[in-house]
């Protein structure tokens, strides 16, 4: 069974930094892609990032290229979103997903995904 977890939300300051983990099981993070997304109040679904097995990361929204990375670590199957420079309009619950898909698509993951409850990033002074 697909599972993802994730953790390291917090409250935080204007340009502070953040690393949110995903923890994965029933799948291996390094067979498939993952995606990280965020959902704000009353806003959509914004795609954040993709790291897919064999290609470098995808970069769905422009406003965190430069200040967010995604990695991952096969040998403990975590997925990790770095954020720096955080700003208010980065608070949002954040998640991370799978569609056990080999690339990054953002409308086949939001299609047929799983994702976690998700971890809440507030950005406040």
């Known amino acids: 069974q697909v599972q993802v977890v994730e953790s390291g939300g917090d409250l935080v300051q204007p340009g502070g930094s953040l690393r949110l983990s995903c923890e994965a099981s029933?799948?291996?993070?390094?067979?498939?892609?993952v995606t990280w997304f965020r959902q704000a109040p009353g806003k959509e679904r914004e795609g954040l990032l993709c790291?897919?097995?064999?290609?470098?990361?995808?970069y769905y929204a422009d406003s965190v290229k430069g200040r967010f990375t995604i990695s991952r670590d096969n040998a403990k199957n975590m997925v990790y979103l770095q954020m720096q420079s955080l700003k208010p309009e980065d608070t949002a619950v954040y998640y991370c997903a799978t569609d056990q898909g080999y690339g990054c698509y953002w409308n086949r993951l939001i299609a047929s995904g799983s994702w976690g409850q998700g971890t809440q990033v507030t950005v406040s002074s």
């Open positions: 790291i897919s097995r064999s290609d470098g990361p995808t």
């Open positions: 029933g799948f291996a993070v390094d067979d498939y892609a």
